[in-house]
């Protein structure tokens, strides 16, 4: 064996062995971060695969390189098998789908690039409210090469509220207009968005990077049909590789790949879109419709769960796959109570609450998820364990003896629910 050929632990040990701590920590920790979860070996697979090797610019059949024989079927199988999940089937001639965006942000910013000049507006969800930095908001290019009017929600209910949108929508015009968020409990009503679109001549976009496993698994509305555009990460609940996709109607395909190739990228990462095809293969299956009702009822119940034990949720509970937690009352920011929680073995983020009176980077709330613990098989019993654990931690998120027990506690569970993957 040459040193080329060299596994990685002869090769770089110091990388594998960060690999293997990241793989122990992976399965000794509940993960509650909402955009996070666990990918298939086979997905892995795909994405470690031979495929990293091989440069194609451009699309299936309309190559600037030779040698894509393979490359155009993978790329054609992702594609077909996500219009299978997505459309009516895959031969849905109405949906076009791009699947080489390097990931959500750059899928959203080939969006613009379809069909915007700079200082055109965009109207998307404003970032304290819930919303992502790519809709427009101030730190993002899309903030500093466009005019964006965010939209907000209630300061009663924490909710989206139509007719403000609509309000909005119709004084500023805006060319795009999203529908999607990044950190917000609920639901999403397409249709009341496809209606103001209707009523100003915006392009519709929704973002589904959060949702897209809930909406393939039908636990969750589906955009596809009503918006003009689609987005979306492959990883979160989708459980792929770290990639994106666009789904657009048919008349707006050319603008969507020129955006994409040569607008913003060179070559795909065929590993990833290689990824994206095994993703969409398993969740094709029955099980995955298990598992993205699982996702939505683990997260309602440990909703309920932490209610009881005094929590403060935003919007008072969940649809969906997250939770937004306002611990105002518990007298602790959300910075030291998800470092603390991570000390005991849960893993969450810190995050920004409607109206949050403290800064960005030390705000009143955290945001968790269920989509890693569900893809592990855990459930109500797991939840409600949860709840309980973070209310420990709220109560003394210095006690750092407490913290070392509830860590304990919870490896003993997780060993009881191998994770997807790992390979211990």
């Given amino acids: 064996m040459t040193h080329f050929d060299a596994?990685?632990?002869?090769?770089?040990?110091?990388?594998?062995?960060?690999?293997?701590?990241?793989?122990?920590?992976?399965h000794d920790t509940m993960r509650l971060i909402a955009s996070e979860n666990y990918?298939?070996?086979a997905?892995?697979?795909?994405?470690?695969?031979v495929l990293t090797n091989k440069y194609s610019e451009g699309y299936a059949h309309k190559r600037y390189y030779e040698g894509q024989q393979v490359i155009d079927q993978v790329e054609e199988l992702a594609i077909a098998r996500l219009k299978g999940l997505f459309g009516s089937g895959p031969q849905d001639d109405t949906l076009h789908v791009n699947v080489q965006p390097y990931s959500g942000s750059p899928a959203n910013l080939a969006v613009y690039l379809a069909f915007c000049q700079p200082h055109d507006t965009v109207m998307g969800l404003g970032l304290p409210a819930g919303g992502h930095l790519t809709h427009g908001w101030t730190v993002s290019i899309t903030g500093k090469y466009f005019k964006s009017v965010p939209y907000g929600v209630s300061a009663e209910t924490h909710r989206i509220e139509m007719d403000e949108v609509r309000k909005l929508a119709k004084e500023h015009r805006p060319k795009i207009l999203w529908a999607g968020t990044t950190a917000y409990p609920r639901t999403l009503d397409f249709a009341a968005f496809r209606s103001i679109a209707d009523e100003i001549g915006a392009i519709l976009v929704a973002d589904i990077a959060h949702i897209s496993g809930l909406v393939c698994g039908g636990a969750h509305p589906?955009?596809?049909?009503?918006?003009?555009?689609?987005?979306?990460t492959t990883h979160k609940t989708f459980r792929g590789p770290r990639g994106g996709m666009i789904f657009c109607k048919k008349q707006h395909a050319s603008a969507i790949d020129k955006a994409v190739f040569p607008g913003l990228q060179g070559g795909p990462h065929n590993h990833v879109?290689?990824?994206i095809a095994v993703a969409a293969h398993e969740a094709a299956q029955p099980a995955f419709k298990e598992y993205a009702r699982r996702v939505v009822d683990n997260a309602k119940t440990l909703g309920e769960a932490l209610v009881t034990r005094g929590f403060d949720l935003v919007t008072g509970g969940t649809d969906n796959h997250l939770l937004l937690v306002d611990l105002t009352n518990k007298n602790v920011a959300g910075?030291?109570?998800?470092?603390?929680?991570?000390?005991?073995?849960?893993?969450c983020n810190y995050n920004s609450v409607p109206f949050d009176k403290r800064k960005p980077f030390d705000p009143s709330g955290i945001r968790i998820g269920t989509p890693a613990v569900s893809s592990r098989g855990m459930g109500p019993g797991e939840m409600e364990q949860l709840a309980g654990w973070m209310d420990r931690v709220v109560k003394?998120?210095?006690?750092?003896?407490?913290?070392?027990?509830?860590?304990k506690e919870v490896k003993e569970v997780c060993d009881k629910f191998p994770a997807p993957g790992l390979r211990l």
């Fill in 335 to 347: 910075k030291p109570f998800a470092q603390a929680l991570d000390r005991a073995g849960i893993v």
């Fill in 39 to 41: 990918a298939s070996r």
């Fill in 396 to 407: 003394a998120p210095t006690d750092e003896t407490l913290l070392a027990s509830i860590a």
């Fill in 7 to 26: 596994p990685l632990a002869d090769k770089d040990p110091s990388i594998a062995r960060l690999i293997a701590e990241e793989n122990r920590r992976e």
């Fill in 273 to 275: 879109t290689a990824g």
């Fill in 222 to 232: 589906s955009p596809i049909g009503i918006a003009d555009v689609v987005t979306s």
């Fill in 43 to 49: 997905v892995m697979e795909a994405t470690g695969s």
